[in-house]
Protein backbone atom coordinates (compact mmCIF):
# COMPACT_ATOMS: atom_id res chain seq x y z
CA UNK A 1 0.00 0.00 0.00
CA UNK A 2 1.83 3.39 -1.24
CA UNK A 3 2.45 5.56 2.21
CA UNK A 4 0.59 8.42 -0.52
CA UNK A 5 -2.02 8.48 -3.26
CA UNK A 6 -0.19 8.84 -6.21
CA UNK A 7 -2.51 11.59 -7.57
CA UNK A 8 -1.98 13.43 -4.51
CA UNK A 9 1.51 13.08 -4.01
CA UNK A 10 2.53 15.92 -6.30
CA UNK A 11 0.75 18.29 -4.02
CA UNK A 12 1.57 17.00 -0.97
CA UNK A 13 4.87 17.61 -2.10
CA UNK A 14 4.62 21.28 -3.07
CA UNK A 15 2.92 22.01 0.47
CA UNK A 16 5.57 20.13 1.99
CA UNK A 17 8.19 22.08 0.16
CA UNK A 18 6.75 25.32 0.97
CA UNK A 19 6.70 24.05 4.86
CA UNK A 20 10.48 23.59 4.37
CA UNK A 21 11.12 27.07 3.02
CA UNK A 22 9.12 28.49 5.43
CA UNK A 23 10.87 27.00 8.28
CA UNK A 24 14.43 27.00 6.90
CA UNK A 25 14.15 30.53 6.08
CA UNK A 26 12.44 31.70 9.45
CA UNK A 27 13.84 33.83 12.00
CA UNK A 28 13.68 36.91 13.81
CA UNK A 29 14.97 39.56 11.33
CA UNK A 30 12.85 38.29 8.44
CA UNK A 31 9.50 37.30 9.55
CA UNK A 32 7.12 39.00 7.64
CA UNK A 33 3.38 38.42 6.03
CA UNK A 34 5.20 37.45 2.88
CA UNK A 35 6.28 34.36 3.70
CA UNK A 36 4.44 33.00 6.51
CA UNK A 37 1.94 30.25 5.72
CA UNK A 38 -1.79 30.54 6.75
CA UNK A 39 -2.18 28.58 10.10
CA UNK A 40 -4.58 26.68 8.27
CA UNK A 41 -2.07 25.58 6.12
CA UNK A 42 0.39 24.62 8.47
CA UNK A 43 -2.24 22.82 10.79
CA UNK A 44 -2.99 20.70 7.41
CA UNK A 45 0.50 19.59 6.64
CA UNK A 46 1.20 19.13 9.87
CA UNK A 47 -1.54 16.71 10.20
CA UNK A 48 -0.46 14.82 7.07
CA UNK A 49 3.09 14.36 7.58
CA UNK A 50 1.98 13.14 11.25
CA UNK A 51 -0.35 10.77 9.09
CA UNK A 52 2.85 9.76 6.72
CA UNK A 53 5.02 9.19 9.95
CA UNK A 54 2.58 6.89 11.72
CA UNK A 55 2.05 5.02 7.77
CA UNK A 56 5.44 4.26 8.02
CA UNK A 57 5.88 3.32 11.36
CA UNK A 58 3.47 0.81 10.70
CA UNK A 59 4.58 -0.10 7.49
CA UNK A 60 8.22 -0.63 9.24
CA UNK A 61 6.44 -2.62 12.23
CA UNK A 62 5.06 -5.13 9.20
CA UNK A 63 8.22 -4.91 7.58
CA UNK A 64 10.05 -6.09 10.54
CA UNK A 65 7.52 -8.84 11.59
CA UNK A 66 7.79 -10.51 8.17
CA UNK A 67 11.58 -10.93 8.00
CA UNK A 68 12.45 -11.23 12.03
CA UNK A 69 9.50 -13.62 13.00
CA UNK A 70 10.44 -17.12 11.18
CA UNK A 71 14.30 -16.50 12.70
CA UNK A 72 12.53 -15.47 15.96
CA UNK A 73 10.95 -18.57 16.20
CA UNK A 74 13.62 -20.42 15.25
CA UNK A 75 15.84 -19.30 17.99
CA UNK A 76 12.75 -20.23 20.43
CA UNK A 77 12.05 -23.08 19.54
CA UNK A 78 16.52 -23.87 19.87
CA UNK A 79 16.55 -22.83 23.22
CA UNK A 80 13.24 -24.73 24.23
CA UNK A 81 15.07 -27.95 22.36
CA UNK A 82 18.17 -27.14 23.92
CA UNK A 83 16.56 -26.73 27.95
CA UNK A 84 14.16 -30.09 27.23
CA UNK A 85 17.36 -31.96 26.41
CA UNK A 86 19.75 -30.70 29.55
CA UNK A 87 16.63 -31.85 31.69
CA UNK A 88 16.23 -35.31 29.96
CA UNK A 89 19.95 -36.08 30.45
CA UNK A 90 19.72 -34.46 34.21
CA UNK A 91 16.62 -37.23 34.57
CA UNK A 92 18.49 -40.24 32.85
CA UNK A 93 21.88 -39.47 34.92
CA UNK A 94 19.38 -39.25 38.09
CA UNK A 95 17.57 -42.19 37.09
CA UNK A 96 21.03 -44.07 36.25
CA UNK A 97 22.60 -43.61 39.72
CA UNK A 98 19.62 -44.83 41.30
CA UNK A 99 19.58 -48.12 39.46
CA UNK A 100 23.48 -48.05 39.78
CA UNK A 101 22.78 -47.81 43.71
CA UNK A 102 19.92 -50.50 43.98
CA UNK A 103 22.85 -52.90 42.74
Known amino acids: MPLVCSDSKTSFNNK???????????????????????DTEIIELTNKVNHELIDLEETLERLIKKIYSKKIERIIVDVVERAVTGEIEKLKNILLEEVANKK
Not at 17 to 32: A, E, G, P
Open 16 to 38: LNRLNYFVNNMNDNNLNKSNTLP
